[in-house]
Structures are given as C-alpha cells and as structure tokens.
C-alpha cells in the first residue's frame, strides 16, 4: 500500500495525481505487490501446495494433541492410555527408529483398539467443534440449534476470515482519509495561527497601535501646555496683602513654637546630663529612706518623753 499524499500535492501536480492513480489501480495490488498475471498464477499454484502442505501438517499436530488430550482426559482404560503416550511419542519422533521394533506390542494393541480410541477423539473434536460454534454464533443459546450449525462451520469460519480481510481494507482505506483529513486540519490550525499573528502584529505594530501612541503623546502635549499656562498666571496675578500678612503672621508663630520646642528639648537634655553625673543613687535614696525612719523614732520618743515630764 502506497503511502497517503496530501491532497494539495494532487491539485499543484495533475500528472503526478494520474501516476499515483495508474500504480494504484493497475500497476500495485492491495498489499503493495506488483501486479504480473503470468506471475501472479505461479503464485497462486504455490500457494494452493503450500496450503495443502500447512493443512496437512496442521491436521497432524491436531491430531496428535488430540490423542494426548484424550490420553489425559479420557475414560479409556489406563494400559489403552499408556499405549497411546507411547504412540504419541513414537510420532512426534521422540523415539529413536531402533527402538520401533521394540513397540510393536504397543502399535498392534494400539491398531486393535483404534475404534475405542477414534470414539474419544472423534468426542472430543465434537465437543471443540461445538465451542467452535458457540464462539462463532454468540447469540445463539440452544445446544441443538449450535449441533444443527456444526456442519457450517468450516464456511462460516471462512466467512469470517473474509469479512475480517475485508475490514482490514476498509481500515486502511479509513486510516488514508483519517489522513487526509488530519492534514486538512493542520492545514486550517497553520491558517489560523498565521491570522492570529497578523492581528497580534496589527495590535502591536500597526495603525491601532501607532494611534494610541500618538493619541498618548498629544495628551502628554496638552498636560504640559497646562502646567506652564497655570504657572504663568500664578506669577501674572498680584498678590493679596490680607492674605500676605496672614501668611507671615503664621510663619513667625510656627518660628516660635519651634525655638520654645527646641529650649525646652534643651533643657530636658541638661536634666538628664546632671543625672547620669550622679553615682550611686540608689545608695542615696536608701540612707534617706533610713534617716527618714530614724527621724520618726526619734520624734516618737521626744513626744513620749515630754507627756512624762508632763505628769
């Protein structure tokens, strides 16, 4: 299968689309081959012997898996079982060919229950087959109406395998449009990131943007003009006395309150300069304290000695 091209290839190059065509439609098969009739019925020739070959093996391994399913599983009776492990083994060539003479007991007690033991398997590829069915049929539940459809498995089993060859195709016809189709996608997402630029550009760059910036400088223009137009009616204008007069009245009372701050912040400074000079004033504040109450009892006895005098 050729891979998918994008369909604006096809409209830039009309050869190159009748090419693409011609390989597809007469020059390649679906898979891809080259298409050779004379070469093609060889092919076909080998394939029906290798097919006959594959069916034959297949058949082979069936059976022999069979035969040891049925060895394992079976109701047989146990020296039946035995011998059919040792024919199983005899034909998967687990034994060597000197050993064959050795078994000949083995074969022809093998060969004279051959009814018993075609019985088993013959059950067992029933019942495989009846699942077989079941698989194939889902929506069918009677046991009777799956036996009536064993006989049309092997078509419906190649049904299947049709239909399933024939899905394939369709995906990948679906997976080719689903490609196409995610081109286009790409194609219109290039298509809208590349406006989506033009308007950024526009924005930021363009007559929108250099608008703005002009409109901002007029303006800046126009704030200017104002400030010196107001500044020069302020220096114009003659001054008011009144309001002259009430202007320096206030200055020279702020003046003054800040040089009575500035006395009184000196004085606070020189109080706490004469206290740190003194040393030891906690030693002071107590013998003052002791005289204090000395002083008390001293006057308590005073007090007391003249009320004796007195009497």
Do not use: W
């Not at 049709?162 to 195709?169: D, G, N, V």
């Not at 500044?231 to 009372?253: F, G, N, T, V, W």
């Amino acid at each position: 299968m050729l891979p998918p091209v994008d369909p604006d290839l096809f409209i830039e190059n009309p050869n190159f689309k009748v090419l693409y065509q011609d390989l597809i439609r007469d020059k390649l098969n679906t898979d891809g081959s080259t298409k050779n009739s004379k070469l093609q019925k060889a092919q076909e020739e080998n394939k029906k012997y290798l097919h006959a070959n594959q069916s034959r093996i297949t058949t082979n391994i069936i059976l022999q898996d069979v035969l040891q399913t049925t060895a394992r599983t079976s109701e047989l009776p146990a020296e039946l079982r035995e011998v059919i492990d040792i024919v199983c083994s005899l034909l998967q060539e687990h034994i060597s060919p000197e050993d064959i003479d050795l078994l000949e007991g083995d074969i022809e007690y093998f060969i004279k229950h051959i009814d018993s033991v075609g019985k088993a398997v013959s059950n067992y590829l029933a019942a495989t087959a009846l699942l077989l069915t079941r698989i194939a049929h889902p929506e069918e539940v009677s046991t009777e109406k799956l036996k009536s459809l064993l006989s049309a498995l092997p078509e419906t089993v190649v049904d299947l395998r049709k239909q399933a060859e024939s899905l394939t195709s369709e995906i990948g016809t679906s997976r080719i449009g689903l490609t196409d189709l995610a081109t286009e996608v790409l194609s219109a997402h290039r298509e809208l990131l590349e406006a989506g630029i033009r308007i950024i550009e526009q924005e930021t760059h363009g007559s929108v943007a250099r608008g703005t910036k002009a409109k901002a400088e007029h303006l800046s223009s126009v704030a200017e003009g104002m400030v010196c137009k107001l500044s020069i009616l302020a220096r114009s204008q003659p001054a008011d006395p009144e309001l002259d007069a009430a202007m320096k009245a206030y200055h020279l009372h702020i003046r003054k309150l800040v040089a009575d701050l500035q006395e009184r912040e000196q004085l606070a400074e020189d109080a706490l300069r004469q206290y740190g000079k003194v040393k030891g004033i906690k030693d002071v504040v107590a013998k003052y304290e002791r005289l204090q109450r000395e002083m008390a009892t001293v006057k308590g006895d005073i007090e007391r000695l003249e009320s004796n005098s007195s009497r």
